[in-house]
């Protein structure tokens, strides 16, 4: 089967996801109209094992067997009625004006509620047991979510690792992970781990306190930039939050206005400023240690060593008498100390 024979038959009801409503199980949902279910009738077949028959009572149907009973630790049907897919009065949402409710997502569910066969006939779960691809899955929700942030999603990371939309976001759940900073964080971690242990160390963003979530500076649903940043460089990403190292300035500190990862550990590091090293090795990566008494781990450079130790490794070194090593906008400037 293919996507658009798929979405030709769910365009009809997909849902939009804005907000959060508010609903219960026991006001679930009309029965389809006339219109809807002439409408139903006319739609493309979908794939073998799914089946082409919608129920007589839309989400009744499904809640004699998906009741608040059934539910488990990590399934809660219910919750749908509380999140924005069960607005009543919204026309975009499955369970508004003439939707087709559960089956809006999840497909044709006629054959998979008749009691009166032994074997029950499988229907879109959106797990990895799901009779459709990932891409078929995911297209369903980009029946209505395809603006604004998604519309380069072919081009991400996700994509092309065939990351599934609901391995991310959770839509039988009153608040989705996702969609909220103190949680969303969480939900990445599951797969980069390596960033999981950089954001608890000692100079990290503050995403462990929920003051900062990933897609502050990367968008998960994909971008043509490096790393999905959300801006297209890297500095331009962390200007959006350190303005004041946006200059322009008089005396420009090339490495600093080319790129902000030359000195900095965007996710986390054990030093100060989320420095990569510590100065002046940091600084000696470009600058000569030539004619300035800045070399580490000599007798003449160490404390306590014959020259009485060097005041140029002492507390932040370079930076003791370099200050503005961003830029300087100080006529005198241009050794970047005012």
């Given at each position: 089967?293919?996507?658009?024979?798929?979405?030709?038959?769910?365009?009809?009801?997909?849902?939009?996801?804005?907000?959060?409503?508010?609903?219960?199980?026991?006001?679930?949902a009309p029965?389809?109209?006339?219109?809807?279910?002439?409408?139903?009738?006319?739609?493309?077949?979908v794939a073998a094992g799914l089946g082409t028959k919608y129920s007589e009572k839309g989400a009744d149907t499904c809640l004699d067997c998906h009741d608040a009973e059934s539910d488990s630790v990590n399934f809660d049907t219910a919750a749908i009625f509380k999140t924005a897919?069960?607005?009543?009065?919204?026309?975009?949402?499955?369970?508004?004006?003439?939707?087709?409710?559960?089956?809006?997502?999840?497909?044709?569910g006629a054959n998979h509620s008749d009691k009166?066969?032994?074997?029950?006939?499988?229907?879109?779960?959106?797990?990895?047991?799901?009779?459709?691809?990932?891409?078929?899955?995911?297209?369903?929700?980009?029946?209505?979510?395809?603006?604004?942030?998604?519309?380069?999603?072919?081009?991400?990371?996700?994509?092309?690792?065939?990351?599934?939309?609901?391995d991310c976001?959770?839509?039988?759940?009153?608040?989705?992970?996702?969609?909220?900073?103190?949680?969303?964080?969480?939900?990445?971690?599951g797969c980069h781990k390596q960033q999981r242990a950089d954001f608890q160390k000692t100079s990290s963003h503050p995403?462990?306190?929920?003051?900062?979530g990933c897609s502050d500076c990367h968008n998960p649903h994909g971008?043509?930039?490096?790393?999905?940043?959300?801006?297209?460089?890297?500095?331009?990403?962390?200007?959006?939050?350190?303005?004041?190292?946006?200059?322009?300035v008089l005396w420009e500190h090339a490495p600093a206005a080319e790129d902000c990862s030359l000195c900095h550990a965007s996710h986390g590091s054990?030093?100060?400023?989320?420095?990569?090293?510590?100065?002046?090795?940091?600084?000696?990566?470009?600058?000569?240690?030539a004619g300035h008494p800045s070399v580490a781990r000599t007798g003449a450079a160490l404390p306590g060593g014959a020259a009485g130790g060097s005041v140029f490794l002492l507390a932040g070194s370079c930076t003791n008498c370099h200050t503005q090593v961003h830029g300087s906008n100080h006529p005198s400037g241009a050794k970047l100390m005012r």
């Open positions: 089967m293919t996507i658009k024979n798929w979405t030709a038959q769910v365009l009809l009801g997909l849902a939009a996801l804005a907000g959060c409503g508010a609903a219960t199980a026991q006001t679930a029965a389809p109209t006339t219109a809807l279910a002439a409408a139903k009738a006319a739609a493309a077949p897919h069960a607005r009543r009065r919204d026309a975009h949402a499955p369970f508004g004006p003439g939707g087709l409710q559960c089956e809006a997502c999840h497909g044709p009166s066969i032994s074997k029950t006939p499988p229907i879109n779960n959106f797990k990895a047991s799901s009779l459709l691809t990932v891409t078929e899955r995911n297209q369903i929700c980009l029946g209505c979510h395809q603006g604004r942030s998604r519309t380069a999603g072919h081009a991400g990371a996700h994509d092309r690792g065939q990351v599934a939309c609901t976001h959770k839509l039988h759940a009153e608040r989705d992970p996702m969609l909220t900073k103190g949680s969303e964080s969480e939900v990445c971690y995403l462990r306190f929920g003051r900062m971008t043509t930039n490096a790393a999905m940043l959300v801006k297209p460089t890297l500095n331009q990403t962390c200007f959006s939050c350190h303005a004041e190292k946006r200059g322009p054990v030093r100060a400023a989320l420095l990569t090293k510590s100065p002046p090795l940091l600084c000696q990566q470009c600058h000569a240690a």
